[in-house]
């Protein structure tokens, strides 16, 4: 175990050690460490409120750790600010889609690349040319993001909120990979997809990491899709790591079924 | 439903932003010549100017809480502070200045004999824009960690302060000057004198109108510049969602900080031109009813939509400046007798007006695609209704 731990930590593109969170009394997550190594793809399960959500927020700023330490690609980005972590490379995803309704799926796309753009107040009031070419290129790219998670040209330019669900999706995976990050982090990505959806998801995941390099860390209750895809998987259980390893090792530990099941008699 | 997929499809530098520069173009040019068809101290030119430096107010504040969500009902601070500058420097409020001798920089030999301050008024609007900027991000720092109602309130109380600062301001005292002089007011304030246009007098209205209305082209042209760009996109998606935005890489305070200090600087130029056109700089004016105002402009003609807040507050000040006093007050006068003052009641009028169109149209009178789509097809977040609504 402490071996397989010192390999992980070596070529780790993210690395938390021991981090928690208590909200007042309530220890949501506790003395929590895990690594994520560069090009994989992790998966986080567990029953709900186990924490996983909560660590997500950690680790995207959202929250702030009560103790611990996160890094990412060497650099300490422990309690930085959300706008920041993303500008260093992690990207995310929502559990319940977020997306900015009233606007448009290329908007939302736009939004999203807005750490690499630098237009400032009196560059968008004048608008020369480095910034009209700017524009223009975040606008084309966005396009080509979006093509690339398989939405189609016709609804590019229909406001978030008349797309359908599985588009839904795409333009936030889209959105997310508009920053240019080196981690993803997509919380319940197949939630609410029919079998086929998630499974073209699934492949879709591979893709990401084969074409773009990607690290990707999920959290997931789909099990099928989590054993199909999924390097490492790391189990949660009221706020704690239970359980760490390959999937197929992880579906036989007798706690993680514990934490499913409930104790056997 | 599909109204605004069409619309929203035409978007990208497409047609929408064309018929918005076009409808600038001649509606600036109209309103250039209008002038020339009355007196040139006619009421009527009065009223515009006064409803043009409403329309500059309107849109620095549609910045703010139109595009960014942020309710602001502290409006008047900048209204105060815009005013102040021209009262600090343009009047000769600190008369022993340079040993009784004034500072001058640019103004007509009528002024460059007075004591005090003397800057050229295009240095007073830069400077009134400055300070205001910097007051609105001294407001929006404390509110950064607030939501809805809660800015509603600092906002509020930070509009209040600089009133209570600027009634007392004789009493507070810099050195041998006072920081205002009160209820008294400063007055006179040095009247503009700028190229082509010469020395403005209160005989001739026009000058007075058509900077104004230059004025009101810049307001335009960065309202419309900043709505469609990286910041303008960044304040939507901060105002629908605030933690997508930030996990998208748009940095909260700063987004913030600066829609509230574009929206500020505006209010000082206009509040600038208004202390120097009523010649005059009294703590009496600023008062918290005043914020309301220039918001009901905003609400009423549609929240985030320029052309609607354009449309929103040439209607409120002409029904303040022109109908209320002199169609209806009379007739109000005739029916309920001598004593009956119907100006008095205005704001019971425009409270009555808005209550109306929160029941009939709470999108506004030109409403902007997003609201329309936010409020008609119940998009929107529960704090996004708030705002609208508020």
């Not at chain 1, 993803?184 to 029919?194: F, H, I, K, Q, R």
């Amino acid at each position: 175990m402490s071996t397989t731990d010192a390999e992980t930590a070596a070529a780790a593109v993210l690395e938390a050690s021991g981090v928690s969170k208590v909200f007042g009394g309530l220890v949501a997550v506790e003395e929590v460490s895990f690594g994520i190594p560069e090009r994989s793809i992790v998966a986080i399960i567990g029953p709900n409120g186990a924490g996983k959500t909560t660590f997500f927020n950690m680790l995207t700023g959202l929250y702030k750790p009560s103790s611990g330490q996160i890094t990412f690609q060497g650099k300490d980005i422990t309690a930085r600010r959300p706008d920041r972590i993303t500008k260093a490379g992690i990207a995310r995803t929502f559990q319940n889609i977020r997306l900015f309704k009233t606007m448009t799926a290329v908007e939302n796309v736009m939004v999203g690349e807005h750490a690499r753009m630098k237009a400032g107040l009196f560059g968008s009031i004048l608008r020369p040319p480095r910034v009209r070419r700017e524009e223009r290129e975040v606008r084309e790219r966005a396009r080509e993001i979006l093509s690339y998670v398989g939405l189609t040209d016709d609804v590019m330019d229909t406001v978030a909120a008349n797309l359908s669900y599985g588009d839904q999706r795409r333009v936030e995976i889209a959105r997310a990979l508009a920053s240019e990050p080196s981690l993803l982090l997509l919380d319940e990505p197949t939630a609410g997809m029919n079998p086929q959806e998630s499974a073209s998801l699934t492949s879709f995941m591979r893709r990401l990491r084969d074409e773009r390099g990607l690290a990707i860390l999920l959290i997931e209750h789909d099990m099928k899709v989590v054993m199909g895809v999924s390097e490492r998987v790391t189990v949660f259980d009221h706020g704690q790591k239970i359980a760490e390893g390959e999937p197929t090792e992880v579906r036989e530990n007798p706690r993680v079924i514990e934490a499913y099941l409930g104790k056997q008699g | 439903m599909s109204a605004i997929r069409q619309r929203a499809g035409g978007l990208p530098g497409g047609l929408g932003r064309h018929r918005d520069a076009v409808a600038a173009v001649v509606l600036l040019t109209a309103a250039a010549v209008l002038p020339l068809f009355y007196s040139s101290a006619s009421g009527f030119i009065d009223d515009a100017i006064t409803a043009l430096a409403f329309v500059v107010m309107a849109l620095g504040l549609n910045v703010v809480v139109g595009f960014a969500g942020l309710l602001d009902l502290g409006y008047v601070a900048f209204y105060a502070i815009g005013a102040y500058t021209v009262g600090w420097f343009g009047s000769s409020f600190f008369n022993a200045l340079n040993g009784g001798q004034g500072v001058h920089i640019g103004v007509a030999s009528g002024t460059a004999n007075l004591p005090g301050f003397h800057l050229n008024f295009l240095l007073v609007l830069v400077l009134a824009a400055a300070f205001c900027a910097a007051g609105g991000a001294v407001i929006g720092i404390p509110t950064l960690r607030l939501r809805g109602d809660y800015i509603a309130i600092v906002t509020l109380a930070f509009g209040e302060i600089i009133r209570l600062i600027a009634v007392n301001g004789d009493e507070i005292k810099i050195g041998s000057y006072m920081l205002t002089q009160g209820r008294q007011g400063i007055t006179p304030v040095d009247k503009p004198n700028l190229p082509l246009l010469g020395q403005f007098t209160s005989l001739d209205l026009r000058p007075w109108y058509w900077t104004v209305l230059v004025l009101v082209a810049i307001v335009l042209f960065v309202n419309f510049r900043l709505r469609d760009s990286r910041l303008g996109r960044a304040w939507i998606a901060v105002r629908e969602d605030e933690v997508a935005a930030a996990s998208m890489g748009v940095p909260l305070v700063r987004t913030k900080l600066l829609a509230y200090s574009t929206g500020a600087a505006f209010g000082g130029m206009a509040g600038a031109f208004l202390a120097s056109y009523q010649n005059t700089v009294n703590a009496d004016q600023f008062e918290f009813s005043f914020s309301i105002f220039v918001l009901a402009m905003v609400i009423l003609g549609g929240l985030g939509s320029i052309w609607g807040v354009v449309l929103g507050a040439i209607t409120l000040s002409f029904i303040n400046t022109n109908l209320i006093p002199d169609e209806l007050a009379p007739r109000a006068r005739d029916v309920f007798g001598e004593g009956f003052d119907l100006t008095e009641l205005s704001f019971g009028i425009f409270g009555f007006l808005l209550v109306i169109m929160m029941v009939l149209r709470p999108q506004g009178l030109l409403p902007e695609r997003r609201r329309q789509a936010e409020l008609t097809e119940g998009l929107a977040t529960d704090e996004a209704v708030y705002d609208a609504r508020a």
